[in-house]
DNA sequence: CATATACGATACAGTGTGTATGCTAAAGTT
DNA sequence: AACTTTAGCATACACACTGTATCGTATATG
């Protein structure tokens, strides 16, 4: 996570290298756990437009040039906000696809119930502005998170749980989208139960052997597709 | 849609009724297509973000207490001027509910070739801040949509296609959030060799007979789950 | 004619941005 | 101890956009 942070223009707080010595006077790291706090606390009450360095300066009780001097605008203040909230992918490997499915979603189920909800929309905005900053969210939070799902989805074809023939990109933006989307349009609500739904359709569309996911398999009535 | 439109407070360019005489000095017609066609444009060229009530009145030659009158703010004006884009759904029945997806997908894709993909996120971050928005762009563009793919599944199940026990919202999601998902993210591109690849995995999902898609249908091998 | 609204042209306060400029504080270097 | 470099605070400033409020003038209805 420190290195991809450094991507950012003036990295934020990871900017301070592990072990080089340092020239100066070094910065307060309380600071640095202020602004985060600042940030998270103003996202989850006042929603992304009120994230001002003015508002944030003012909670953490620091001069607005700190800001400054550590992220560029607030779009990348945020940035590291959420991924610092989010941390990394734990990444498991339940044994089937459906339980990593499952998880995989609960997950993202669950972030959506924190701060992220309040994020996403104005942060996807800014990332239209800024591609910079469209790279970093990919990076450090979109990529982990599908290649630990495109990985999950090898190891059931390779259990023999789905078809070979699959565009593994496209189950998982029609996995992980629905929460993305409704989050951003508010069409519906996202719920936990809609995890299994989706899970059963992305199994489903995936080609699962019924008889593989049980214990045994019989009938090995093959479902995949000619194409 | 000129009843929709009226859920805003100003009312846009639909603010004057159909037949009802009006008092005082009517409105400009003229300047409500400059205005429109500013927008797009500018959307075009230099994203949401440039779309300024002063750039659109400076460059419809209008003045931008002129604007005031009609909208309250830009989002009512980009979301005007984009539900006046893409128009109403035509929401044919095709026969069959591949072609129906196909078609629905399609116009998605075309959609976001035009100046929706640039409005997208910022109206995305402004709905998040203004629940009349947010309502207005759920009815007038969302919910036409929706219905009318939901409409395609249920003739779909009438038919005997699919199979009965689904959350077909959810798979309403799961086919068109993809879109908005690699639009607002950016980790993909958006094809249009991807529609079809996201039908085949719908049509799974909802537990196609393959016997029923080709022309006769034998075989009733059925793939219903059982949830 | 009176009335009511549209349109243009300002002006204004408010808010946030991004930069610049002093100043003091805290570290390492010579 | 003096020097150098950066951190952090406190300002100030120009810039852009917003939202509202006035004007005066134009154009419709009754």
């Known amino acids: 996570m420190r290195s991809s942070i450094k991507k950012l223009k003036h990295g934020g707080a990871g900017a301070t290298p592990a072990g080089a010595a340092v020239l100066g006077r070094p910065r ?54 959420i991924v610092h909230e989010l941390g990394l992918e734990p990444a498991p490997d339940l044994g089937s696809l459906r339980a990593d499915l499952e998880a995989a979603l609960h997950t993202l189920f669950t972030a959506f119930a924190g701060p992220l909800r309040s994020a996403v929309a104005g942060l996807v905005a800014d990332m239209a502005h800024d591609a910079a900053l469209a790279g970093f969210i990919r990076d450090a939070v979109l990529a982990p998170r599908r290649e ?3 990985a999950a989805f090898r190891r059931g074809q390779a259990r023999g749980e789905i078809m070979e023939n699959l565009d593994i990109d ?58």
């Open 148 to 150: 630990s799902m495109r």
């Open 28 to 81: 307060n790291p309380r600071i640095d756990g202020d602004i985060v706090r600042a940030v998270l606390g103003v996202l989850r009450s006042s929603g992304y437009r009120a994230v001002t360095f003015e508002n944030i300066a003012r909670r953490a009780k620091c001069a607005r040039t700190t800001l400054y001097r550590r992220w560029p605008g607030k779009r990348h203040l945020v940035a590291f906000a």
């Open 170 to 227: 496209v189950l998982l933006d029609m996995a992980t989208a629905p929460y993305y989307f409704r989050a951003l349009f508010g069409h519906e609500r996202i719920t936990d139960s809609m995890s299994p739904k989706i899970v059963d359709c992305v199994l489903r569309a995936a080609g699962i052997r019924r008889a593989t996911e049980r214990t045994a398999h019989r009938s090995h009535r093959r479902l995949r597709a000619r194409s």
